[in-house]
Nanobody, 123 residues
Framework: QVQLVESGGGLVQPGGSLRLSCAAS????????MSWYRQAPGKERELVAD????????NYADSVKGRFTISRDNAKNTMYLQMNSLKPEDTAVYYC????????????????WGKGTLVTVSS
């Protein structure tokens, strides 16, 4: 059974830090590129950051560049998002996502989602 379980969300003051984790199970983690998305109240879901299968390449939304760091540990089947210098506009539900990027054509386009963790930045 495929599972992506986010954790680490909570309430933090502006300027503070949080570290989100996404624990994966039920699929071959290293065959999937991983991403963090977020959805703020009343807004569309947006891509925050993504990372390639081996962690060698990362990309960030302009709004989080220099403040957030995405990483992964394939030995632990876990992805992380270190969030520093948090702003009220970072308040959202954060979701992790896995998209198949290996060689099996039968799995092309397969994408999994977690249920999200809420991050609230407020004084």
């Amino acid at each position: 059974q495929v599972q992506l379980v986010e954790s680490g969300g909570g309430l933090v003051q502006p300027g503070g830090s949080l570290r989100l984790s996404c624990a994966a199970s039920g699929f071959t983690f290293s065959s999937y590129a991983m991403s963090w998305y977020r959805q703020a109240p009343g807004k569309e879901r947006e891509l925050v950051a993504d990372i390639t299968r081996n962690g060698g390449v990362t990309n960030y939304a302009d709004s989080v560049k220099g403040r957030f760091t995405i990483s992964r540990d394939n030995a632990k089947n876990t992805m992380y998002l270190q969030m520093n210098s948090l702003k009220p506009e970072d308040t959202a539900v954060y979701y992790c996502s896995a998209e198949y990027r290996a060689q099996d054509p039968r799995l092309r386009g397969v994408k999994y989602w977690g249920k999200g963790t809420l991050v609230t930045v407020s004084s």
